[in-house]
Every structure is written in structure tokens, then in C-alpha cells.
């Protein structure tokens, strides 16, 4: 049995070496809810797919600079 990104985030963020670690959520679907919830979870972006690697590597980019 394992966990899904939402519980892995929700883990991470209580541990203080990770409160401030960017993690980027990757799905094929959102709904409102789900954006909510994915964001409510400590998630800092959402890349719906398919997206390019332009798009990724933009995205990654904000946080590295």
C-alpha cells in the first residue's frame, strides 16, 4: 500500500526541512475541487498534462532562480 501526491506533500510540509521545498503537481485533470485540495495540500503549482518540456522546464526555472 502506498500514498498518493497529496498525502506525500501533506507529509513533507510537517516536516520542517521541507515547508519551503517546491513541489509541483502533475495530473491529467483537475476539477475545481481537485485544484483546491492539490493547493489546500501544500502543492505550490499545478502542470496539467500533457505539457511540453518547455513548459516544465519553465516552471522548475521560477524556483531556481
Do not use: W
Request: glycine letters at 4%; a positive charge.
Amino acid at each position: 500500500i502506498g500514498m498518493n501526491g497529496i498525502e506525500l506533500t501533506r507529509l513533507l510540509r510537517s516536516h520542517k526541512n521541507y515547508q519551503t521545498t517546491p513541489i509541483i503537481a502533475t495530473t491529467a485533470y483537475a476539477s475545481t475541487y481537485d485544484k483546491k485540495l492539490i493547493f489546500n495540500s501544500g502543492f505550490n503549482e499545478l502542470l496539467l498534462k500533457p505539457f511540453t518540456k518547455v513548459q516544465l522546464l519553465s516552471l522548475v526555472q521560477q524556483y531556481i532562480h
